[in-house]
């Protein structure tokens, strides 16, 4: 049977790309004579630096707070803050800086372990938002849920806070607890929600083989192996003998856009367009066409299930899966992150996080601020979570096999 879905299999024994570019891209190293901007005056910036210099007593805090013990350190974390608020002015939730405690958070986190709750949020018109929890932990066994708006953080309200303050709040060690107030759409009023951390080891890629003839990859976010842990669930789904697929990306809060790619690549034919990053003038735009693995047929029938914590590179997926007659779409609107950021460094343990472009499906139209409408809809509640009824999953069956 898996022959009849398979056009080849050559490439599941190749090498295979799982780099990082499309996030990560190294800044090119100024002169003192370039770096200095020609038509700003910075008579202000030094200024408040020699008052704060000459004037400033700390304020007692709390023991639990680090503080700068030499002027150097002090130095230090002063560049930190001008750095940091230079990012802020810009108004955009996803740009800011990344100093070395964030900046060693965000690269645990894109390797797949670290300790915390489990959960991608975001700030969406200008409130900290819930992407998504992480499937099987802390977060989503509390009973946090995509949407829910974190109003506060151990007591501490999270209006004006960025996505990196707010995971330093969030993050602690295994076995320590941290509260959030969260408002959740149907709720009358806000409520508590404890949630007592622990490592995090992302379940990235997994599989389950259903007694109705039907395959299920579900990938949980797009970690730097995500790529090589795909193509072995791909094997499965192929020696399984099976042609009907659900790629579940619900939930799947995105990640290094290489993934997805990739993965996409295993349905498209050689230099199908899969999304174009729009510089908007800027730079010349980038296009990211499928490499061409391709190795299925027209026998291969598939449904992509997303929800509203499908983001940024799971949303280039399905559109791109959908665009190309590969795959039907079904679910709920997704989370409608159309933006592309890049990790640029600043010092050898700092990074700056910028958004430098917009996405655009393989339509050229880049992802709506409400996400990514199905083709066919599909909702879920309360009663059924709580019931364990996956009714999104019910009806993508129901698809495959009108297909």
């Known amino acids: 049977m898996a022959a009849t879905i398979l056009v080849a299999v050559v490439g599941f024994g190749t090498g295979f790309l799982a780099g990082h570019s499309a996030l990560v891209r190294g800044s090119s190293i100024l002169s003192s004579e370039d770096s200095m901007p020609q038509d ?90 819930v992407v998504s929890p992480l499937k099987g932990t802390p977060a989503e066994k509390s009973g946090i849920r ?40 149907g709720w ?72 997805a ?33 391709n190795v299925f047929n027209k026998n291969l029938k598939m449904v992509v299930l997303v929800d509203k914590g499908s983001a940024s590179a799971s949303e280039i997926l399905a559109e791109a899966l959908r665009y190309h007659g590969v795959a039907k779409i079904v679910g709920t609107n997704t989370f409608g992150k159309g933006v592309v950021q890049e990790l640029f460094p600043i010092t050898d343990d700092t990074s700056l996080k910028v958004t430098v472009a917009r996405w655009l499906g393989p339509d050229g ?5 409400d996400g990514i409408v199905p083709d066919i809809m599909s909702t879920t509640t309360e009663e059924f979570i709580k019931a364990k009824k996956d009714v999104q999953m019910e009806k993508a069956v129901e698809v495959l096999n009108k297909m």
């Open 40 to 129: 700003v005056d910075f008579a202000a910036v030094w200024k408040a630096w020699h008052i704060i210099n000459d004037n400033f007593v700390p304020a007692a805090v709390a023991t639990s707070t680090p503080i700068a013990t030499t002027t150097a350190d002090l130095n230090q974390q002063k560049v930190y803050g001008m750095i940091g608020g230079l990012a802020a002015s810009l108004n955009d939730p996803y740009t800011f800086f990344l100093p070395p405690v964030q900046n060693t958070q965000f690269a645990s986190d894109m390797s797949g372990a670290f300790e915390g709750v489990g959960m991608e949020i975001d700030v969406k018109d200008g409130v900290l938002t």
């Open 365 to 369: 139209i880049q992802i709506p601020h």
């Open 261 to 293: 790619v990739n993965i996409g690549s295993w349905f498209l034919p050689s230099g199908a367009v899969i999304v174009t990053e729009d510089y908007a003038g800027h730079a010349a735009n980038v296009v990211h066409r499928s490499l061409g693995y």
């Open 146 to 185: 995509s949407s829910d708006i974190i109003l506060k953080i151990d007591g501490v309200s999270t209006e004006g806070m960025d996505v990196s303050n707010a995971v330093k709040h969030i993050r602690g060690p295994k076995g320590s607890t941290v509260v959030l107030t969260v408002l959740r759409s």
């Open 188 to 259: 009358d009023e806000p409520r508590e929600i404890k949630i007592i951390r622990d490592v995090i080891n992302v379940p990235v890629v997994t599989t389950t083989e259903r007694d109705d003839g039907i395959f299920v990859i579900q990938v949980a976010t797009f970690t730097a192996n995500a790529p090589d842990l795909f193509r072995a669930g791909l094997r499965e789904f192929v020696t399984s003998g099976k042609s009907k697929l659900i790629l579940d990306l619900r939930g799947n809060p995105g990640g290094y856009l290489d993934g």
